[in-house]
């Protein structure tokens, strides 16, 4: 059982930043892949980033923009989300999950554990 705790979400201003953390219990985390989702009020749940096992890294194009920027530390079994340039539309619920399963990424489907989300507001 891997279990997933979620931190740094917040209230900041547009144009500001906000850096999430992940923390995962258990063994698995060196060899599990790390995504982020976030979720807005009556909207499905959205795939940002992805940091597979072997430090491959996808992003959300469109979501993203280059904006933001997922790492992993496993001797802390921590990943991270550096998000830059906040806009009104990145506010949302924003959960980790992992998965060592094959499959897509991108479909929440496809992950095995979920965290509880942290909330991020970004206001105008």
């Known amino acids: 059982q891997v279990q997933l705790v979620e931190s740094g979400g917040g209230l900041v201003q547009a144009g500001g930043s906000l850096r999430l953390s992940c923390a995962a219990s258990?063994?698995?985390?060196?060899?599990?892949?790390m995504g982020w989702f976030r979720q807005a009020p009556g909207k499905e749940r959205e795939f940002v980033a992805v940091i597979r096992w072997n430090g491959g890294i996808t992003y959300n194009v469109d979501s993203v923009k280059g904006r933001f920027t997922i790492s992993r530390d496993n001797a802390k079994n921590t990943v991270y989300l550096q998000m830059n340039s906040l806009t009104p539309d990145d506010t949302a619920v924003y959960y980790c999950a992992s998965k060592r399963s094959l499959g897509g990424v991108s479909a929440p489907g496809n992950y095995d554990y979920w965290g509880q989300g942290t909330q991020v507001t970004v206001s105008s």
């Open positions: 258990g063994r698995t985390f060196s060899s599990s892949t």
